[in-house]
Nanobody, 118 residues
Framework: QVQLVESGGGLVQAGGSLRLSCAASGRTFSSYVVGWFRQAPGKEREFVAVVGGTGRVTYYADSVKGRFTISRDNYKNTVYLQMNSLKPEDTAVYSC???????????WGQGTQVTVSS
């Protein structure tokens, strides 16, 4: 069982930065792939970024590539999402998920709100 808690969201002006954290319980955290997804009002949840168990492999949605960086610290059982050059269209609830093979069957956090003002 893995429990995930996101933090770091807030209100920021366009062009600003935020760093989200996804803190996990459990002793086998490094066994899980961890991804960030987001959902804006009236829209479907969309993929943002993912990091492999060791942190060496990462993958990003085209919409955030070059602006967001995902990383993990397995000693702290935490995954980070550094978000730079934020745009109003990045406004959404950001959630992290830890999974083995399929995010839809993984563990999810409660989400953290990110609001980017123009």
């Amino acid at each position: 069982q893995v429990q995930l808690v996101e933090s770091g969201g807030g209100l920021v002006q366009a062009g600003g930065s935020l760093r989200l954290s996804c803190a996990a319980s459990g002793r086998t955290f490094s066994s899980y792939v961890v991804g960030w997804f987001r959902q804006a009002p009236g829209k479907e949840r969309e993929f943002v970024a993912v990091v492999g168990g060791t942190g060496r492999v990462t993958y990003y949605a085209d919409s955030v590539k070059g602006r967001f960086t995902i990383s993990r610290d397995n000693y702290k059982n935490t995954v980070y999402l550094q978000m730079n050059s934020l745009k109003p269209e990045d406004t959404a609830v950001y959630s992290c998920t830890a999974y083995v093979s399929d995010p839809s069957s993984g563990y999810w956090g409660q989400g953290t709100q990110v609001t980017v003002s123009s």
